[in-house]
């Protein structure tokens, strides 16, 4: 069981611990060469709230059975890591696993690798579709909030009601392939992406619920902060 992590501890410790959180880390902007400064020198050098960077750390490292944070989070480096969370989605992971797959397989239209590649395709575009809409629609609503601007149409309920969970398709994608493998295809090169494909899920789900029980819950205490917004 991960330990819960603080502002004192050593950032190289976080990272010795439970490596997964490089990923959190760098989504915060924060990057490697600390030396052994403490998880609260980091932050402060990197211009990073430690309280929001820490509150993410925790959910994320104790497979999100509890929040504990008596203070409140900066929504600013919440949308920073989920902001650059997109990014990392949609220009790096699921473009090399695309690449990993047509590496492993004979790509034929006519057998089950065809069928694979179109799959994972359209799964990229529901992903993108997903992830610009937060970006022009929520995170959009969210900046007129912290402006003191409360926009019509929207609220965060209506969103957090109906928040796809973009991960759950990789099943699908992982079943095809472990059930329907092309003969001819490279065993290791697709394994590679198998595994590309598990790690990429987790992290999707991760990311949907740092959305979900991180960012939604103090989005609705700034719409009630909001002067004159009505419920």
Do not use: W
């Not at 610009?132 to 209506?158: K, N, P």
């Amino acid at each position: 069981m991960s330990r819960y992590f603080s502002p004192e501890d050593k950032m190289v410790t976080l990272i010795a611990e439970d490596y997964p959180l490089i990923q959190v880390m760098t989504r915060f902007g924060i990057r490697m060469g600390f030396g052994d400064k403490t998880v609260e020198e980091v932050c402060l050098e990197a211009g990073v709230d430690c309280n929001t960077f820490l509150a993410v750390v925790n959910f994320v490292s104790e497979g999100f059975t509890t929040f504990n944070s008596t203070r409140a989070l900066s929504i600013k480096s919440l949308m920073h890591y989920l902001k650059q969370s997109h990014i990392y989605f949609l220009e790096y992971c699921l473009p090399m696993i695309r690449r990993k797959l047509l590496d492993g397989i004979s790509l034929n239209t006519k057998d089950v690798s065809f069928l694979i590649i179109r799959f994972f395709d359209e799964y990229y575009r529901e992903v993108k579709t997903h992830m610009e809409y937060e970006e022009r629609t929520v995170f959009q609503y969210i900046e007129s909030l912290l402006d003191g601007i409360r926009e019509e149409g929207f609220r965060i309920a209506t969103y957090s009601d109906h928040h796809e969970q973009v991960a759950d398709k990789l099943g699908e994608l992982k079943n095809l392939i472990i059930k329907y493998c092309p003969k001819d295809s490279d065993a290791n090169l697709l394994n590679d992406a198998l595994y590309s494909i598990y790690r990429c899920e987790r992290e999707l789900e991760n990311h949907c619920k740092v959305e979900d029980f991180l960012l939604v819950p103090e989005i609705k205490r700034l719409e009630k902060s909001v002067k004159d917004y009505t419920l």
